[in-house]
């Protein structure tokens, strides 16, 4: 069974540039979460869904971040004008609701870095 | 707002010896706690996992403890070896799906 897919793997930009980052979850798995972790911290959530439905945004910051999950599989998170304070690695996770336990398994991540 | 405190830091131990990670939380709705393992340049990948019903649960060398009552958690690794070497988070979910990681300890087993 492939795993959570995450591209590209590495992107590095100069503030203001956008970028786009690309998701592809276990199949079958209806919940989608995007996380932020920085450099030698824990992941932070910043927007999660329900098939193609959003149910919590509140940490995503929504002036420059957006994530779309329009046929309820495969997800694009996008920043529009970086800024050096986005320098994190951005992980995608997915699971399946209805299990006993919500286990989520995550991708490899892509590796911001703005300049 | 941190949900759940975890420490040490980093932590070093020699190989064949016992590992002790902690963590500590304040939300009374929290009812799965997981473990994760993460290796560089990989994402976070589940170790070991604890209900809220249960205060121990063991899978090989790795035994998670639950105190619901002090709201602490314990991941204790046994003979610990090179290839644990990795940074652990500990997290906390409740039934809103949503999982709130630690700060995690980055773990290092000498031989």
């Known amino acids: 069974e492939a795993g959570v897919t995450q591209s590209p793997r590495y992107a590095v930009l100069q503030e203001g540039q956008a970028v786009s980052f690309w998701c592809d979850p276990i199949?079958?798995?209806?919940?989608l979460y995007w996380y932020q972790q920085p450099r030698d911290q824990g992941p932070q959530l910043l927007v999660y869904f329900r098939d193609e439905a959003v149910i919590d945004n509140s940490q995503l910051p929504s002036d420059r971040f957006s994530a779309v999950r329009p046929k309820g599989t495969n997800s694009t998170l996008k920043i529009q004008s970086a800024k050096q304070g986005d320098t994190a690695t951005y992980l995608c996770?997915?699971?399946?609701?209805?299990?006993?336990?919500?286990?989520?398994?995550f991708g490899a991540g892509t590796r911001l870095s703005v300049l | 707002q941190q949900q759940v405190r975890q420490s040490p830091q980093s932590l070093t131990v020699w190989e064949g010896g016992t590992t002790v990670l902690t963590c500590s939380y304040e939300d009374s709705t929290f009812n799965y706690f997981p473990w994760y393992q993460q290796f560089p340049g990989e994402g976070p990948a589940l170790l070991i996992s604890?209900?809220?019903?249960?205060d121990k649960k063991e899978d090989g060398r790795f035994t998670t403890f639950f105190n619901k009552r002090e709201k602490k958690l314990s991941l204790h690794i046994i003979d610990s070896q090179p290839g644990d070497s990795a940074t652990y988070f500990c997290?906390?979910?409740?039934?809103?799906?949503?999982?709130?990681f630690g700060s995690g300890t980055k773990l290092t087993v000498e031989p």
């Open positions: 604890i209900l809220s019903v249960s």
């Open positions: 996770a997915s699971s399946f609701a209805g299990g006993s336990q919500n286990t989520l398994y």
């Open positions: 199949s079958g798995h209806d919940t």
């Open positions: 997290a906390a979910m409740s039934n809103y799906n949503v999982l709130y």
